[in-house]
């Protein structure tokens, strides 16, 4: 079977080795298109432009651009404050912030405190992000004037500050969201934020073009225009690269990260990341609502073989949930569970599948995803388990997870904020089940306990404990099987200028330009 498995992949790597060279192994150098113009290649469109409406990755790097929060994580990972000048902790409790004076939206209107106190409000109530804020107290959030606004939580929590800084905290204009209502975010006149780039033209499944603002209150945007072209194939997007009708591109291939070393006209970027690829499960679907069932698929699978032959020498093997980037993650002790057969079928029989099951692996288009899938779907065989892939597009896939269609899965998860709250809380509590992330749909109270513990815990090493409790927990119910602890690559032209990278995979744009000859 290994050399099975092999030969599939050998040959895939010859066919996509093939395909780079027709497009040529070395880049122009040359700028195609308007000069004015960054243009990012994307591997996936926005699902929706409006902050509240989404929790995914792709919409992300676009809303990060057109809106802004109360604070932000600066290039040393520091919380400093945005559209709040400062803010005051009363008590455990109790926060007041002074907002900037003659900030505008991008329809002219100053930003004043209602617009921040109906933001908050409504993203205490979005189902995409509620996970994030529900720590509010949503009927204590008031303005004091035009530039204060203060609010009280449910209970100490050590995290509110690293929530406000994720996209879901935008700051809305209140007016152009009443008067759009349901459908805020799903057009180009239905877009209105503080940031440096304003939305002029989204052709879905093709673009998403944005425009420098003027009137941005800070420092302008170096580039007059941005554009995002939505290319899911992988090798197009580094050929758009190499040939000019791309500045930048967004998660590379493994195989291309070397094409893009060698390149003199290109410049390659690295960095770890707070995200874990994981086998996910739907634990309220039988026969997945047994762990014995889980532990059985976790043993079926060789992990330490299956990474390596897809992800080639990006990112490594994931031991637990949560990645050692994070803060109280016990990622670096713990170890992947090693390959028994025997094991694996001796728990099916004791879950009452001695003969095994059919079943089904959703994932999105990244190849890699599919790879994995069908690595394991050959390993997964020979302890009886039938497996059928399914491939969607990225907003098919994520509406199969946010209404419990899905058997096993195939996805990432990415910490929101620095805070572990922002990885554990909205993939394992029974509050964030489905839009919010829980996509295995658990319901664990023992699990939901020690997530609300933790959030209320203030005392540092108490709080380590418990996220050490949750991780173990998680483990050894094999609620998911983590895979793969990624890394984000990201290729620029050699003449891009004042790109930063960020452990969340989504880039801020307002200081890159593109320097031409």
Same mark, same amino acid.
């Given at each position: 079977?290994?050399?099975?498995?092999s030969?599939?992949l050998?040959?895939?790597?010859?066919?996509?080795v093939?395909?780079?060279?027709?497009?040529? +192994?070395?880049?122009?150098g040359?700028k195609k298109?308007?000069?004015?113009?960054?243009v &990012?290649?994307?591997?996936?469109?926005?699902?929706?432009l409006?902050?509240?409406?989404t929790?995914?990755?792709?919409?992300?790097?676009?809303?990060?651009q057109?809106?802004?929060?109360?604070?932000? !994580? @600066?290039?040393k990972?520091e919380?400093?404050?945005?559209?709040?000048?400062?803010?005051?902790?009363?008590?455990d409790?109790?926060?007041?912030?002074? !907002?900037?004076?003659?900030?505008?939206f991008?329809?002219?209107?100053?930003?004043?405190?209602s617009?921040v106190?109906?933001?908050?409000?409504?993203?205490c $109530?979005?189902?995409n992000?509620?996970?994030?804020? +529900?720590t509010?107290?949503?009927?204590? &959030?008031?303005?004091?004037?035009?530039?204060?606004?203060?609010?009280?939580l449910?209970?100490?929590?050590?995290g509110?500050?690293?929530?406000?800084m994720?996209?879901g905290?935008?700051?809305l204009?209140?007016?152009?969201?009443?008067?759009?209502?349901?459908?805020?975010?799903?057009?180009?006149?239905?877009?209105?934020?503080t940031?440096?780039?304003?939305l002029?033209e989204?052709?879905?499944?093709?673009?998403?073009?944005?425009?420098?603002?003027?009137d941005?209150y800070?420092e302008k945007?170096?580039?007059? =225009?941005?554009?995002?072209?939505?290319?899911? *194939?992988?090798?197009n997007?580094?050929v758009?690269l190499?040939?000019?009708?791309?500045?930048?591109?967004? *998660?590379?291939?493994?195989?291309d990260?070397e094409k893009? $070393?060698k390149?003199?006209n290109?410049?390659?970027?690295?960095?770890?990341?707070y995200?874990?690829?994981?086998?996910?499960?739907?634990?309220?679907?039988?026969?997945?609502?047994?762990?014995?069932?889980?532990?059985?698929? %976790?043993?079926?699978?060789?992990?330490?073989?299956?990474i390596? =032959?897809v992800w080639?020498?990006l990112?490594?093997?994931?031991s637990?949930?949560?990645?050692?980037?994070?803060?109280?993650?016990?990622?670096?002790?713990?170890?992947?569970?090693?390959?028994d057969v025997?094991?694996?079928?001796?728990l099916l029989?004791?879950?009452?599948y001695?003969?095994?099951?059919d079943?089904?692996?959703?994932?999105?288009?990244?190849?890699?995803?599919?790879?994995?899938?069908?690595?394991?779907?050959?390993?997964?065989?020979?302890?009886g388990i @039938?497996?059928?892939? +399914?491939v969607m597009?990225w907003? %098919?896939?994520n509406?199969v997870?946010? @209404? %419990?269609?899905?058997?096993?899965?195939e996805? %990432?998860w990415n910490?929101d904020?620095?805070?572990p709250?922002?990885?554990?809380f909205?993939?394992f509590?029974?509050?964030?089940k489905?839009?919010?992330?829980n996509?295995c749909?658990?319901e664990?109270?023992?699990?939901?306990?020690?997530?609300d513990?933790a959030r209320?815990?203030?005392d540092?090493t108490?709080?380590?404990e418990?996220?050490?409790?949750?991780? $173990?927990?998680?483990?050894?119910?094999?609620?998911?099987?983590?895979?793969?602890w990624?890394?984000l690559?990201?290729?620029?032209?050699? @003449?891009? *200028?004042?790109?930063?990278m960020n452990?969340?995979g989504y880039?801020? !744009?307002?200081?890159?330009?593109v320097?031409?000859?």
């Open positions: 079977m290994k050399k099975f498995i030969l599939i050998a040959l895939a790597l010859v066919m996509t093939l395909t780079g060279c027709g497009g040529g +192994n070395k880049s122009t040359e298109g308007d000069k004015d113009t960054l &990012i290649a994307n591997d996936s469109d926005a699902i929706s409006d902050p509240m409406g929790n995914d990755n792709a919409s992300s790097k676009v809303l990060v057109i809106y802004e929060g109360l604070f932000e !994580l @600066n290039d990972a919380e400093v404050p945005l559209l709040a000048e400062s803010y005051d902790k009363v008590s409790t109790e926060y007041v912030f002074h !907002l900037r004076k003659g900030v505008k991008h329809n002219g209107d100053e930003m004043k405190a617009d106190v109906f933001s908050l409000k409504r993203a $109530e979005a189902p992000v509620k996970h994030l804020f +529900n509010i107290d949503e009927d204590s &959030i008031k303005a004091d004037d035009d530039y204060t606004v203060r609010f009280n449910k209970f100490p929590y050590p509110i500050i690293a929530s406000l994720h996209p905290g935008a700051i204009c209140q007016k152009e969201v009443e008067a759009a209502g349901d459908s805020y975010g799903t057009s180009t006149d239905k877009v209105c934020g940031g440096p780039f304003k002029d989204w052709s879905k499944a093709n673009a998403i073009k944005l425009s420098r603002f003027e941005y800070g945007a170096k580039m007059a =225009k941005v554009e995002y072209k939505i290319i899911p *194939e992988p090798t997007r580094l758009e190499q040939t000019g009708g791309a500045d930048i591109i967004y *998660e590379l291939q493994p195989l990260v893009v $070393e390149d003199e290109l410049v390659m970027l690295r960095s770890a990341d995200g874990t690829t994981y086998l996910g499960f739907n634990t309220q679907k039988a026969p997945f609502d047994n762990p014995k069932v889980r532990q059985a698929v %976790a043993y079926a699978i060789d992990m330490d073989d299956l390596p =032959k080639l020498g990112g490594k093997t994931a637990n949930s949560m990645p050692p980037s994070l803060k109280y993650s016990i990622g670096g002790e713990t170890k992947a569970r090693a390959r025997e094991k694996a079928k001796a029989a004791e879950a009452g001695p003969n095994g099951f079943t089904t692996i959703s994932t999105n288009e990244r190849k890699q995803r599919v790879d994995m899938a069908t690595i394991i779907k050959e390993q997964l065989k020979e302890v @039938n497996v059928t892939i +399914n597009e907003s %098919a896939f509406d997870l946010k @209404n %419990a269609k899905q058997d096993m899965f996805i %990432a910490s904020t620095p805070d709250d922002a990885f554990l909205p993939c509590h029974s509050s964030a489905g839009e919010g992330g996509y749909w658990l664990d109270p023992e699990m939901d306990k020690l997530l513990d209320q815990e203030l540092e108490k709080r380590g418990i996220y050490r409790k949750a991780q $173990e927990y998680i483990l050894d119910n094999q609620i998911w099987i983590p895979e793969y990624s890394e690559t990201v290729a620029t032209s050699k @003449n891009v *200028e004042g790109f930063e452990c969340f880039y801020k !744009l307002n200081k890159v330009e320097k031409t000859k």
